[in-house]
Every structure is written in structure tokens, then in C-alpha cells.
């Protein structure tokens, strides 16, 4: 290269001329070797740092756990992402459509990259000062999605340049498609477009129609300013512009796009689907299989859950179970209105009542709060302010309250009852949030399987199952338990036990214990089934002296009731906390002849690859004497018809039950049986008050039961209960539980196990001389054992 700065003699003006050009090409030469060099270096560092393409072949997005009921129907979702995989096949050709056409017109003719979008994007992006129109495409918003980080840098926008590129040449456009169409969020919790689809259309994707599909190719620009369910303008507004760019791409005519946009549109109102139907029981399969598997199997690998939940049934345990606790919250009176406003504070509050009715319009039975303005001179109706609407209260609309409490600024909780179509008035009745809670579940008796539950009144205030996690105390409700234990031993439905006074001295504190009836009054002899029906607390202490309370307590494990019992009589009267679940599964089984069942919730858990995680078939074992369990259903029926649970007669079916009361009436129990189904409901305060003077368990909780029971049955055949073959029906005198005679003053049929009928007579039988049936006048519990500090009273 010598030549390059040899001087030529005799023009030293144009030797220098030539110098500089050779040093410009000698800079020149030297920075394209640095150029290409950095680039070459910068390509083999971004090439070799690049992700690989294969890890897109084991596609294995966060998917949704789903919940479904007995008939297969989807009740409840666990996700950090809410997405469903779907196959390529099952989506539509007019959704595929109108993504292309909103997002990528070209993309099924470039290989990855669309020089040309970039390139319009950039002008657009710089002739409005911002960035308003994107280049990317499809390919390149599956590399960034599942490949890259979500950052902003020249170094990202490279990489993912490269990655379309190849994933072009590894990948079909239908493979790059699914992927897409899988992995990109839609706005409200929902990624891809089956989740998509059921989040806004309540249907499958293979179900959508051209105008929602343009709605869905709307929304990746920006899911929440376009979410058909917050900004319906907005929406149409994008749909719209995809029907435009479906058009002008040729996949639909100008008549499909007017077709389409005169179409009605129904979007679904959101939801939380775990808190819609069955909330605490959902909570409870959470809690299983957090524990069990962990939360990120629960959360993240599309877990196929199955439940035997019905979905009948459980909303009628939600109907019943709400509507029972206002018709109790209403009888402890009116608590008063919720707060008072002045003018301007009324005028504050009701804007923004009104946005939120905007919302979430009104609707007959919707609850909705509002503001007195006046009170007609006649004091029949109330004029108040709900949002930027009239509402009118009718005097006979809250006379559960008294005498009108209400004063004008006063806030007060309503019920919508009605619309005037031409007013706009809305017309309410006073209502009241229950302070009373209660629960409610209802079990298959020959599998155990539960069908409905009910934790409390409004889950999202309070999570505590009271059906599952609470122990209270079940007071006469647990009478069944001793008075089957009895039957097997010796005990028959004539026997005769004298309802008398009895005294236990308290050893170690110097009290004594004198139980008593819910009457305070004794009935002198008394049959076994009389006992029961009506519900006598001394006669159900007698008998469990003489059985004994640890054979008690065996039995009622026997059963199912795994709550530790007190060792004292008391326990006779229901002293023990235990759960609803439990108590009302020891009740299946004598709606099952005597087998229980364990309670089960989840059937089956399949997992994303179809591997079975577990599954649960019905636990049973026979128990109880098929006979025992019988004469205990007849027993129960009796207490329907003649006792404490006549309430439920109503329902107009054979029915078996048992109602329940505690001291100080601070619970009410009923739980009862037909012949396929066992349910049970208990009512009460959490922080253990009295519910009020009359609210036993034939109040209180008996109907809500009832309620439920008239919504599960509705529509189903009646049914009697089986009686077995070893069971037999004797006439007898019911004064003395003998065999009748023409002399017996009254006589009733009872049913016996075979060969535990009385065979004596009442004119040929001896004076009962057996010290059990003295007048007690005082006594210790076995083994040494005194009962705990009585109640004051026992009730029924």
C-alpha cells in the first residue's frame, strides 16, 4: 500500500489532495471493519443468547381448575391466569379472521417480520407524537409474549425480530396462530379466547358469532379501554374498525359487516363464579387440595375437580337460608337506619349511588340503599332518594319495624320491589343486613356425597364455614344418637320410663343439678317413642344412666361424630359441640338403614395431562341394626307429626327429624331426612347470644330446612321410607306399652325389631318394680363422674 502515500513530484497542491483521499479511505476501509465486526459480534451474542424455539413444542401455559357439579356444569375456578387451552381446530375461522385482520393483515405472506407495518407505524407514531400504532407482528407478539422479557430496548426489538424470523421457519401459521390465539389477554382476568369468550359471551369459543368476534379482535390493543363489560362504547367502537379491516382484507362482504353491527350484542354481567353459587364450599375444596397438592398445582395446572354438588339444590339452600335469616333478624326488631346525612352529604351520597346503579342496574329483590326525604301528612307512605330516582315505602312495607322510625336524611337499607315502567318510581320495603347467622348442608345418605352447603349469610363478609369448622353445642337435636344407642340395648319403643324429678349432687363444688323439662313440668310414665317425640330432657338423662356414657360415646363415634363428648350426663342434653356436618351424616344413617356413609366433597381430580389424581368412591360400612335404624326414622316421624318438628309437615312428603335447642336458646337446630336425602340447619349468633324468647329449633331453624327441602324436592316423585323385614308391627296399650287388651284405654300400633315385642298383656302383667323407674331423688353419673356446671334450664 506504499503507493498510496507516494508523493508525485512537481504537484505538491495535488499530492496532498491525494493524501487525504487515501486517508479517508484507509479511515473508511477501517470503520467498516469495526461495523461489521460489532455487528457480527452483536449478532453472535444476541443469536447465541436468544431462547430456543423448542420449549414452544411443550406449550404448558397457566390453565384455569375448574369445579364441576354433579351434572358436569362448571360451579366454581382456581387461576392466576384465567385461560383454557383450546385447540387450533376448535376455533373458528371467523374469529382467526378478524384477529388477522385487526392485528396482522399479511400474516399469512410474511416470514415473521412485515417491513412495510413498520415502517406506516413509524410514520403514524411520529406525525402524532406518540406511540398509536404498532408494527409488530403476530409472530413477533408470540415471541415477546412466551420467549422474552416484557422490557423496552433496542436489543429486545432485535431478539424478537430474530425470533419470528425462525419460529416462521420451524413453526406452522397455524402452530404460531394457536399459540397467539392461547397466550394473549383479553382483558377482565381472561387470557386466551376460550376464557375470553366465557368471560364476555357465557359460551364456548366454537360458538361465536362474526359480531363478538370482531369484539375480541378489538381488544388486544388495550383490554381494559376496550372491555365490553366496563366501556361498552369503547368496545363498539373497536368493533367497528376489526368489521372495517375484515372487509377491506376480504373476509367478509359489506353485508355481513351491517348484518353485524345491527346485531344485538349480550354481554355477560362479571362475576366471581367461586362466590356466585356455593362460596364456602368452594373454599373448602380450595383449602383440600392447597393442603394436599400445593397451590401451585391448584392454581396453575388446569386441575379437572368433580364434586357431586347440585346445583338445585344448593341454590335453594342459599334461598332458604338467606330469607330465613331476615324473617329472624326482623323478629328481634329494627336496629335502626344505617346513618343519617345532611342536604349536601344526601346530594354526595346519591351521585354516587347513582353510578353504581349505572352499573349494576336495579332489579325486583335487589337490595339497595337510600335516603328519606319526607313523610306524607298521613304518615301511610315515605318519599325517599334512591340514586336520581323517587322511591315510595308503603307503611305496610315495614311494619316488622313498628311505628315508623324514620326520619328525613336517614339511610336506610331497602328491597326493590317493583319498577313503575312509566314513573320510574321504584317501590321498596324496608330490610335489614341479619346480624343472625347459619348454616346448612345436605348429604346423599347412601354415599355420603354432599349436595348443598351453606356457611353463613354472606360469605364475603365473613369466610368461617359454620357448617364444617363451628362446634356448637346440638342440644335435643342429639337425643337420636342416645335413643338408638338405647334400642340396642333393650330399649323398644313401648318401653315405659317415668318422667319424675331427679337430683345429682355436683361432688367437688358442693352444687346439686336438678334437670328439668323445656315445660318445667313432669309427665309421670312415659313410652319410649313419647319421649322422643316430645322431646323430654329428664327421661333422656335416665336412659342414658343406664346405658351408659361411655357406651354412648362409642356409639356416637359408631356413627361419625368425631368431636370429643363430655364424659358427664349432660351430655344427654346436648352439652358437646359438634359440627353440622357431622350430626347431620350420623342422621344418614338411619335414613340408610343403618350404613354411613363418609362425607365426601370431591369425587375425582384429574390433572392437565388426563392423569388421575385421585378419586373417591362412598366409604360405606353398616353400622347400626337395620332395624335400629328404622324404628328410629318412625320414631322421627312422629316427632314431625305430633312433636316439636310439626313445622315441617308442610313439605308434604314422610319426613324424619329432630329439633334442637340449647340453653338460653342461643342455638336452634333442625335436622331431618327423606328417604334419598339428609340435610341440617342450625341458627345462631357467632358471639353465642340468646336468638330471642321463641326462637327454638321448630322456629328458627326448622323452617329454613323446610324452604330448602320445597326447593330440592320440587319436581321429584314422593317417596316412602323402606320398612325391613325383620321390623313388626304389634297393637299395644300406650299407657302401659304392653299388648292391648278390649280394656286398654288407648292402643296405637308400634313397630318392633322381631323378637322384641312385649308378650304380656296389660291385665296379666306384674307391677313394674324396677328400680330405674323409682322416683329418683338423687344420683352420680357412672364411674365417679359429675355432669358439668348444669344450664339453668334444659330445653327441647
Known sequence: MKWLFKPRRGRKRGGKVRQALNFLAITLIFSFILIVSFASGAYFYVTTSLPKLETLRDYRPNVVSTVYSDDGKTVGEFFLEKRVVVPYSKIPKVLINAFVAAEDGRFFEHKGINLTAILRATLKNIE????????????????????????????????????????????????????????????????????????????????ITLPEAAILAGLPRSPSRYSPISHFDRARERQVYVLQRMVEEGYISRDDETRALNENVKIRKKDDLNRQLAPYFMEHVRRYISEKYGDEVLYQDGLKIYTQLNIKMQEAANKAVAEGLKEIDKRQGYRG???????????????????????????????????????????????????????????????WAGSNPLKPGDVVLLQVKGINPKTFEIRVSLDQEPEVQSALVAVDPYTGYIKALVGGYEYKKSEFNRAVQSRRQPGSSFKPVIYAAALDKGYNPASIIVDSPVIFEEALEGQTWKPKNFDATFYGPTTFRDALIHSRNVISIKILKEIGIDYLRDYASNLGIKSPLNRDLSLALGSSGVSLLELTSAYGVFASQGDRAEPIFITKIVDRDGKVLEENYPLVMSVVDRGTAYIMTNLMEGVIQYGTGQAVKALGRPVAGKTGTTNDLSDAWFIGYVPDLVAGTWVGYDQMKPLGRTETGGRAAAPIWLRF?????????????????????????????????????????????EGTAPTESTSSAPTQGSDFFRLETEGEAPGGTTPQKPPEHELE
Open 128 to 207: 402524532a407524537g406518540g406511540v398509536v400504532q404498532g408494527g409488530s407482528t403476530i409472530t413477533q407478539q408470540v415471541a415477546k409474549s412466551l420467549l422474552l422479557t416484557p422490557e423496552r430496548s433496542l436489543t429486545r426489538k432485535v431478539k424478537e425480530a430474530l425470533l419470528a424470523h425462525r419460529m416462521e421457519k420451524k413453526f406452522s401459521k397455524e402452530d404460531i396462530l394457536s399459540l397467539y390465539l392461547n397466550q394473549i389477554y383479553l382483558g377482565d382476568g381472561a387470557y386466551g379466547v376460550e376464557a375470553a369468550s366465557q368471560t364476555y359471551f357465557g359460551k364456548h369459543v366454537e360458538e
Open 337 to 399: 337506619p344505617l346513618r343519617r346525612l345532611n342536604p349536601a352529604e344526601a346530594d354526595e351520597f346519591s351521585r354516587k349511588l347513582q353510578e353504581a346503579i349505572a352499573k349494576n342496574p336495579l332489579e325486583a329483590g335487589k337490595n339497595v340503599e337510600g335516603v328519606v326525604e319526607k313523610i306524607d301528612a298521613k304518615g301511610k307512605s315515605i318519599s325517599l332518594r334512591i340514586g336520581d330516582r323517587n322511591g315510595r315505602l308503603e307503611l305496610a312495607d315495614m311494619a
Open 709 to 753: 327441602m320445597q326447593g330440592a324436592l320440587s319436581g321429584t316423585p314422593v317417596k316412602g321410607f323402606t320398612v325391613p323385614d325383620d321390623v313388626v308391627f304389634v297393637k299395644i296399650d300406650k299407657d302401659t306399652g304392653l299388648l292391648a287388651t278390649p280394656k286398654s284405654r288407648e292402643t296405637v300400633f308400634e313397630c318392633f325389631k
